[in-house]
């Protein structure tokens, strides 16, 4: 730990902090259409950043939607090559109404840093940046490095996996650096070398040709919302098991070495229930564990159900459509591609009389895991070990970095997913917040990562 | 039809349309906070043209919501008093962009005039207003009249229906003209003498204590959204019967001698199905007609299902909640206090695992009957047929005006539901409209009616 890189990186601290919050200000929703030159922003301030630290060819890479950012610094010779992944895109910060303080306006509270993005994924891909600037400052990268971070992760990432796919020469590599998952407990130095997958989607249900008076038509034509109720009670049952023909099949089950190592994590059930989701009982399949219901058993959700009369008091309207937002997750074993196809087929056929149905795939993502065995995952043990003097724990996540996939089956990259959320950080909901403490050791232990990685 | 009152009002039709289109400019939309000055104004256009007209004693009742309007003119000795009631408060006109011109420029085309409001009911208390104003102006009326107007029928009538509670001696009546329904085809002379009762509730699921991310909790946490739609899809099945234990219980069904009148209706379920619903089939109970499921039987119907993500694209969140817009149709039998205790305990009993459920009663209306065998409607028959030239059919609607009922219980007065409106006018719907020949003719039938009730 006697790196002089981590020396500046304690030297500056307080300025990383102040150049993040500016970053966090900008409020890069990428879902939104209404905010697609506040993604650019962020996208040419990350540039502009990586310029001034030292990073060569940084230049914007234009896509359908939002433009990612390239840099590199090739003059570790004999070195091997990362690839640095993050995303400058944030969620949407509704339901306003929860937060403490404006989503984007960053605020410093209980040795916390308040704000939409501030763990997912601003605050990593700043604790890359400054560990990259505070080598840099004070001798050099000790292996070679390209940055690629994209705006549109919130969204699917059509445009990184499109360029991807093409294999660009100028992403060649060893392999991945992604900061993007979280550690499994406070203190506790994690690789996550598991993913789930994805499918997102939206279910529409037509029943008359306009809205019609609940008074007048009740009764004698078809509600939508009804109709779509229907439906989703027949998707899943009321202990999580999905109903869909199939869905199953194939499913790729953890190793009973794996089993046993989450078994001797940290965790607690009823510490979780209370303190990250406070609702009455946990839920879930049968016969699995929290753990393997969210990292290794597939799902689905509904994250909203747009449509209908929606505003204060009452309006009597059958509305003539209604959507609901479903999502899936896939495990290991599973295909998007094939899961989309069962749950169509499925909902087509239940569909009750007098709606049409339409299905629509919006996004998704291959479920993943990491090989563990690698010098890579080695050598990033060794860092965290040094910076947080404990053993690494490996763990899945039950998100979705469809990227990850992507660098595998089109770079031949396996990834190295360091990450330092915690699990009360707030992802995708109101008060998101990164650790000040994690934001700090996450600087140094990627400073050491990289130095670890060239030896 | 010599009266000299409808050809004064057959001389200044134009000067009346002008004047309707006037007060459909004004949205006075009841359930939305924003236009609660709208709704002021459009009841002082009111009370301004009622003073105007030569009404007297005219003034604002103030009450917890939009103001009610009144006026009289008792000088018709040794003859019977009539309470006209009408309603100036408009629907929200969401979806706006299904509106061919917006909601609130009224614009004739194909023999229509088309506005929210037109037909409900802003349209037919002018044709109350315009008919007093031809009798008026043309020797006086011939009926004690007394004129109340309402701002808040669209949100469950509340200030109404606490002054009518009150039984204040300025609405002593001998019966109640009330304009707010519709003809059962077009030209044909039609009373209603029954309609649904009501109760419009809001169902709420909790679930976690705030937004989760559906990757990092998606399979052990409660979905609120699909709890909800579990939850309806255990309200009422597939055809339409209602699975609330003992909601159908007390029911009193039609007369064999009203079925069979209706059974003579002019009416077509597949010209309904094709031309006013559009939807693949009709729905609805097994064993029931149309007239049957949408007059005599009670409905379950949910309006919207507010909460969670509802933007475009994908937001990965686990809703902390989640709410349905849920009424029930009553008929005569059930109570909406009885309606009500059924749904809430059911509700209550069926609420799927790890989540909370809190059921609201937003309003609520009573079913009503209204014997045929009165003078009123014996007149109303006589007037109807001179103008249009038919027998009146009686019918039932299946919407609700709670105020019908609260006539009969607090006042001791039966309604003439003498109503214009045609059945595929849109009400609560977008493109709303009344029909310019009804508008006329209804005014001519206002008139005559007044005429012959005086008799």
Not at 1 to 14: W, Y
Not at 31 to 43: F, G, I, M, N, V
Not at 335 to 349: D, I
Request: glycine residues 10%; proline residues 7%; charged residues 25%.
């Amino acid at each position: 730990m006697s790196s002089s890189a981590i020396a500046f990186a304690r030297q500056n601290h307080r300025r990383f902090l102040d150049e993040l919050k500016a970053l966090l200000r900008i409020p890069s929703i990428s879902t939104l259409p209404e905010h697609k030159d506040d993604c650019r922003k962020a996208a040419e301030s990350l540039a502009a950043e990586l310029q001034r630290i030292g990073m060569e060819h940084v230049r914007l890479i234009e896509t359908e939607g939002h433009p990612m950012v390239y840099a590199d610094w090739l003059h570790a010779a004999g070195k091997p090559t990362t690839l640095v992944y993050g995303h400058y895109d944030v969620q949407p910060p509704d339901p306003l109404e929860e937060w403490v303080a404006p989503p984007f306006e960053p605020q410093e509270r209980n040795g916390n840093l308040y704000a939409r993005g501030a763990v997912d994924d601003k605050g990593q891909v700043w604790a890359q940046v400054k560990a990259l600037e505070s080598l840099l400052a004070t001798g050099g990268l000790p292996i070679n490095v390209r940055v690629l971070l994209e705006g549109e992760e919130e969204v699917g990432g059509e445009g990184i996996a499109a360029y991807v796919a093409s294999k660009p020469p100028e992403l060649a590599a060893d392999f991945a650096l992604v900061c993007d998952t979280e550690m499994f407990a406070p203190g506790l130095p994690t690789l996550c070398v598991g993913l789930r997958g994805m499918i997102y989607t939206e279910l529409e249900v037509r029943g008359a040709k306009t809205d019609l008076h609940s008074g007048m038509y009740g009764g004698a034509v078809p509600n939508p919302f009804v109709a779509l109720a229907q439906m989703v009670a027949k998707l899943k049952d009321e202990e999580g098991h999905i109903l869909i023909p199939g869905f199953y099949d194939g499913i790729l089950p953890p190793s009973e070495d794996e089993l046993a190592a989450w078994r001797s994590l940290p965790f607690d059930e009823e510490q979780y229930r209370i303190a990250e989701v406070g609702s009455r009982t946990l839920v879930g399949e049968r016969g699995f564990t929290v753990l393997e219901r969210t990292w290794a058993r597939p799902t689905l959700d509904v994250h909203g159900m747009p449509g209908g009369f929606t505003g204060a008091g009452a309006k009597t309207v059958i509305p003539a459509r209604a959507l609901a937002k479903v999502s899936m997750r896939l495990v290991p074993g599973m295909t998007p591609a094939g899961s989309f196809a069962l749950y169509k087929s499925y909902v087509e056929q239940i569909a009750p009389p007098g709606v049409e149905v339409e299905v629509r795939l919006i996004h998704s993502g291959d479920p993943c895991l990491v090989p563990t065995d690698n010098r890579y995952i080695q050598a990033a043990t060794r860092a965290l070990h040094e910076v947080w003097g404990k053993e690494t724990v490996f763990i899945r996540s039950g998100g979705s970095i469809p990227i990850v996939g992507d660098f595998d089956r089109h770079l031949g990259l396996s990834s190295v997913m360091m990450g330092f959320g915690l699990p009360d950080d707030n992802l995708h909901a109101p008060n998101e917040k990164f650790n000040l403490t994690n934001f700090a050791l996450g600087i140094e232990s990627l400073i050491r990562f990289l130095e670890e990685a060239g030896r």
